[in-house]
């Protein structure tokens, strides 16, 4: 007996991947815009963020980093979706851990 694999289409994955990047545009902004007020008026006197200005910002930090040499052209779209995850849960931590530092500065 053969058992057939299920593997989505790569038509459903890219539209997946397309509809996908303006939430974690703002996901990213929004992180970035909370972690910045919480802590850089303060102390430098620079002004508040909102979340365009903090994606604006997160482009240009992007743009001026270098590349780096991970080579995903063979992942699978279960490993794709699996390392944006890991990328939210890892904002979503580093946020948290901000967001008790700045409760306890208060």
Do not use: C, Y
């Not at 790569?10 to 996908?20: E, I």
């Not at 590349?67 to 948290?96: C, I, K, N, Q, Y």
Request: aromatic fraction near 14%.
């Amino acid at each position: 007996m053969t058992v057939t694999r299920r593997t989505s289409s790569s038509g459903t994955f890219v539209a997946w991947l397309v509809l996908s990047i303006p939430f974690l545009l703002a996901f990213h902004g929004w992180a970035l815009k909370t972690a910045w007020n919480w802590f850089v008026p303060d102390i430098t006197g620079w002004p508040r963020l909102g979340i365009a200005q903090a994606i604006g910002l997160s482009i240009v930090v992007g743009i001026a980093r270098p590349w780096t040499s991970d080579d995903h052209t063979h992942e699978t779209p279960a490993e794709f979706w699996f390392r944006m995850a890991g990328g939210v849960a890892s904002v979503l931590l580093t946020l948290g851990i901000g967001w008790v530092v700045h409760e306890g500065m208060a």
